[in-house]
């Protein structure tokens, strides 16, 4: 008989059934969603600040990646000259050191009660300028074997004991520093004394003050040169007398730090002229 007839699939798009009459076809009914779609996306890319194409803005303290020139004048802060102001205003601050105005007073009844006492022993003693336990008992002051048996051959003399007096004296109206605050070549700005009694303060040239130690030994020598002691005889003296002139400026880093830091804020930042095109 005739052969069967092979179904055939087709799989493109049927047809579309047109719209009746006044219906709005099925495009017509996307297209302002589409549009709609498309706008929302455009508007969105646009105006959204993270989705942008351009590099991020520089931040201060970074290497711009090309010039910039300013629109228009400018004022800028200067952190530099700001951060150089602030450190001058601290440096402005003098190193303070406490005054004991009674120390002179305390070394001469010191020094006087010393050989009154030592004077009175030696009287005892049937040998010259021995150095017996009364008379080492006596002479209350710390002092080695050889700078007492100096003085004792000496006789403890008044002229001694004055010229000692003298020169006790003389270094505490200079100033006795225990020590310097500042570098040789500030101390030309000098320093703020304040008496402990009264909290009185005054500024003083520290050019004229001594530091505590091989300085307060050398001024010691160059007015012990004349005395009758010999050359072995002064050195020991020297050392006696150095030590127990006791310093009468004690620096006081506590309060220096405070007035330094009281002084740093008021300093206003610095600004810097940019003109226009630079």
Not at 237 to 260: C, G, S
């Amino acid at each position: 008989g005739a052969p069967e007839r092979r179904r055939t699939f087709h799989f493109g798009r049927g047809a579309v059934p047109p719209a009746a009459p006044g219906e709005p076809s099925r495009r017509d009914r996307l297209d302002p969603w589409l549009w709609g779609a498309a706008y929302v996306i455009v508007t969105t890319l646009a105006f959204s600040p993270a989705l942008t194409f351009r590099r991020g803005a520089t931040t201060p303290g970074t290497i711009a990646l090309r010039d910039v020139v300013a629109p228009r004048d400018l004022i800028v802060p200067d952190p530099e000259a700001t951060a150089r102001r602030r450190a001058e205003a601290s440096a402005e601050v003098l190193p303070l050191y406490e005054l004991d105005p009674l120390a002179g007073t305390r070394f001469e009844e010191e020094i006087r009660a010393s050989f009154d006492r030592a004077r009175t022993a030696a009287a005892r003693t049937r040998s010259r300028g021995a150095v017996t336990t009364e008379v080492r008992d006596a002479f209350t002051l710390p002092i080695g074997d050889e700078a007492l048996a100096s003085l004792a051959r000496q006789g403890f003399s008044k002229e001694m004991e004055d010229r000692f007096v003298a020169i006790g004296l003389d270094l505490y109206r200079v100033g006795i520093v225990d020590h310097r605050d500042l570098p040789p070549d500030a101390r030309g700005r000098g320093l703020t004394v304040r008496e402990t009694s009264s909290g009185k303060e005054s500024r003083r040239r520290e050019a004229g003050a001594v530091e505590y130690g091989n300085e307060t030994r050398a001024a010691v020598a160059a007015r012990l040169v004349d005395s009758p002691l010999s050359v072995r005889e002064r050195a020991e003296v020297e050392a006696f007398l150095a030590a127990i002139v006791r310093p009468n400026l004690t620096y006081d880093a506590e309060q220096k730090a405070e007035r330094r830091q009281r002084a740093t804020p008021p300093v206003e930042r610095v600004f810097t002229s940019l003109p226009q095109g630079k």
